[in-house]
């Protein structure tokens, strides 16, 4: 019998075994084949569901594509601002040209009626330019829309992920939506550049006209930016826009949305832009107004779970936007008249004769005058150094190592700096704000001259000094005491001791005039002599308490004597509040901003009103406003009748702080209560002369502006009066005693009875130069 070791070694011999292990092998390797392929299909099955779970599901779809900025409203129905992170205005898609979807389909997505969100062949056609080298666009007009909607979730990178992602959400987009809707979607979504998104804003920015406006050529233009808006920028790049709108157009003619002969005459035309970038100019207009208004709605949208920037409120305020023009042009011209005088004031180390009227616009400067602001400068050259400390250039220089003389040397040297520093501190600024009395409405509101230039709000934001404007509060709180309107006070140098052992000197810019004046005069001529001793009779909480009664419940108020003169800061938009209590004769209601909130389907969601609260007694108040009917009568507020020719019964008070500082004019009428503030951002610079720098001849500028225009147009009832009153009976003078010489000198005082004034000696050079800078020290009227 063989030996089967030796058979099995034998080499001469075929082998048993190998075809036995082959079999075993490969299905060995059949088998692990299907584990990885079992692997990697579960691999890509999870990353799928991965992908699907984590696209937008049809909620978040449905949001987004409802999303829409809220609208806010004049009370006129003008759109007067938007809330949205970007500037959006929504548009339908009836209300955009034809041309414009035409040309989008033809350029974007030929196919777009006939796929499901993805369109195969197109992809196909993508891949095999690719392969060609050329490259060429796969997305749909729906996969488009899901990046526009999805931008974070979706992403921008070249890769299989986004594109998955894309395809995911262009899916379901197209099983949620119909194809109009998709459109309508794009249209509003599609981003153009400085922070624009949507074909409404973009026609706006670019061409300074709605969609529904937008010629062929525009429409051309606009579709052509979306292959690469920085690169087809019509602002940036002209002569590439002009071929990519050419071309889009020849796509059109392509598809048979435009004739050969029409193509021919309009490829030939050039690229005409009214370009307007939308933060230079207004989206429609008080912009202060619509950021205070944002403010005001914080809480009540948290409260009510919306959000302002994308639920599509409608929000119906109280501005008048026919009022609004007016007191934007008002305060734009009548503020840079002032900033021509005042500059022309500082420009020579000795003042020329004061001009008494504006310069007329456009008008050749004074011959022969320096530099606007020259000697200000040269008069002020340490307070510029104290300027340059504070600029960010100063700090960064401290920050890099250098000294304090090192960097304050730098930062002089630099010119560029510099001229932009004294530009800033020398641009004259002003605010104006008119309410309605009767419901507390804001129909006007002027934060700034240029909202562009300054977004600072110097109705609500700005605490100056209100002056000779905080009087009529200290007299209400005399009438509240029982002082008659027609008792009397010696206009003369007084002494009132403070609270620290000091005196103070209350003194005019005319000096005291040595005669009795009734308290109704001392208010018409905004005496500081009287009002202080008006104060002293009645005590400083007394006048708080009235000025807080009235509407100033958000200032610090000082109880010391100077109060009565207005040296607490207060904003314009309080001191509005007040004196819109003092024309409804004590009855105070709140700001009203806001009618009405409704939602995007016209539901209202919430209405607002200002109901009335008396704080204050009916007939005393009236009393006061006919006190103060006498300023724009005969005081200190003429101007506004005489230059001005506005008509009605009026009433108001003209302000002025130290230094002339700040100017304010305040005025009241049955149905409307206007004020406007004028000054410079920083204090210290100042208005040279003191008759332009008068609240009188400044502030009062703008307030007579706008009402002369706003009678003009109808838009300000001159007839409504205040009602009558009995005016107080004058007091008699005081009789000396029976057989007794009175102790009186000669002239008004001897006549009353009182004792004479002791005589002063001529002041000597330095009394003079004490009085004169007492007199500048003082606040005026």
Known sequence: MPNDKEDRADPGRPSTESPRRWPRRLTRALQWAGLAT??????????????????????????????????????????????????QAPVTLKDVPKDLVNALIATEDRRFYEHHGIDPERIVGSAWGIVNGRMQGGSTITQQLARNLFPQEIGNEKSLNRKLREAITALRLERTSTKAQILESYLNSAPFLYNVRGIEMAARTYFDKPASQLDTAQCATLVG?????????????????????????????????????????????????????????????ARHFVAYVREQLVEWADAHDVDLDTDGLVIRTTLD?????????????????????????????RMRAVRIKPPAAGSAPLKGAGAPFAEFWRAHAPMLAEMARDTPDFRLAKQAGQSDAQALASVLADTATMDKLRDEKTRLSAGFIAL?????????????????????????????????????????????????????????????????????????????????MTMREGLVQSKNTITAQVMQEVGAEAVVGFARAAGVREAKLDPVPSLALGTSP???????????????????????????????QGRVLETFESPPERVLDATLVAKLVDVMRGVPQTGTGTAVR?????????????????????????????????????????????????YWGQGGHNALRLVGAFMQQGQKAKLIDAKAEFPKVVRDPPEAPAEPA????????????????????????????????????????????
């Open 321 to 349: 936007a026919k009022l609004q023009r007016i007191a934007q042009e008002a305060v734009v011209r009548q503020v840079g008249l002032l900033q021509r005088l005042a500059g022309e004031e500082w420009a020579d180390a």
């Open 225 to 285: 930016m979306l292959k690469g808006t920085q690169r087809y920028n019509p602002v940036r790049n002209p002569e590439r826009a002009r071929e990519r709108r050419n071309l889009v157009m020849a796509q059109m003619v392509r598809r048979g949305d435009l004739t050969s002969t029409r193509y021919e005459q309009l490829r030939q035309q050039p690229l005409v832009l009214s370009f307007k970038r939308p933060e230079d100019g207004d989206i429609g207009q």
């Open 38 to 87: 079992t692997a990697a299909a579960a691999a890509g099955a999870v990353y799928i569901c991965v992908l699907v779970y984590s696209t937008p599901d049809v909620d978040e779809l449905r949001r987004a594509q409802s999303m829409r900025p809220s609208v806010i409203l004049s009370s006129d129905g003008e759109v007067i601002g938007r809330f949205s992170n970007v500037y």
């Open 738 to 781: 029976s057989g007794a010489e009175p102790e009186s000198g000669g002239g008004l005082a001897g006549w009353l009875g009182l004792p004479s004034l002791p005589a002063r000696p001529a002041p000597s050079s330095a009394d003079a130069a004490a009085e004169k800078q007492q007199r500048d020290q003082a606040l005026g009227r």
């Open 642 to 690: 005489s230059e001005w020719n506005v008509k009605g019964d009026l009433a108001g008070k003209t302000g002025t702080t130290q230094n002339n500082t700040d100017g304010w004019f305040m005025l009241i009428s049955p149905t409307l209560v206007t004020g406007a503030w004028v000054g410079f951002n920083d204090p210290r610079v100042t208005i040279r002369s003191n």
């Open 436 to 516: 309605d009395p009767s419901t507390g409405a804001v129909r006007a509101w002027v934060g700034s001259p240029d909202f562009a230039r300054e977004q600072f709000d110097h109705v609500a934001q700005a605490k100056r000094q209100p002056g000779s404007t905080f009087k009529p509060f200290v007299y209400g709180a005399a009438m509240q005491r029982g002082i008659s309107t027609e008792h009397r006070y010696l206009d003369g140098a007084i002494d009132i001791a403070l609270a620290d052992g000091g005196v103070w000197q209350p003194t005019d810019g005319s000096g005291p005039s040595g005669e009795m």
């Open 570 to 600: 207060v904003s314009l938009f309080e001191m509005g509040q007040a004196y819109a209590t003092l024309a409804a004769l004590g009855e105070r209601r709140a700001p009203l901003l806001i009618r009405q909130i409704s939602d995007r």
